[in-house]
Nanobody, 124 residues
């Protein structure tokens, strides 16, 4: 059974930092794209950071570029999201996801494995 478990969320003041982790079990995600998504209150889920299976390519939504960094440790089967200069509008439930096949990391429909999310709340 494949599981993705996020951790590291919490309450932080604007301008602060958090580092989210997503530990995968049940299968290796080495060579498979991983990503971070979020759902803010009253909004649809959006992708925010994607990383190719090799780790050599990344993509970020404009609203987090320069502030968030996605990384992965394939030996630990874990993906991370370093979030700096947090803003109140970053408040959301953050999810990690993994693709089910080796392919284009930009194809959102291929992210079929999902965690349950970790809450990030940024106070002003």
């Amino acid at each position: 059974q494949v599981q993705l478990v996020e951790s590291g969320g919490g309450l932080v003041q604007a301008g602060g930092s958090l580092r989210l982790s997503c530990a995968a079990s049940g299968r290796t995600f080495r060579n498979y794209a991983m990503g971070w998504f979020r759902r803010a209150p009253g909004q649809e889920r959006e992708w925010i950071a994607l990383m190719s299976g090799s780790g050599g390519s990344t993509a970020y939504v404009d609203s987090v570029k320069g502030r968030f960094t996605i990384s992965r440790d394939n030996d630990k089967n874990t993906v991370y999201l370093q979030m700096n200069s947090l803003k109140p509008e970053d408040t959301a439930l953050y999810y990690c996801a993994g693709q089910d096949a080796i392919g284009n990391y930009l194809m959102l429909s291929k992210y079929t494995y999902w965690g349950r999310g970790t809450q990030v709340t940024v106070s002003s």
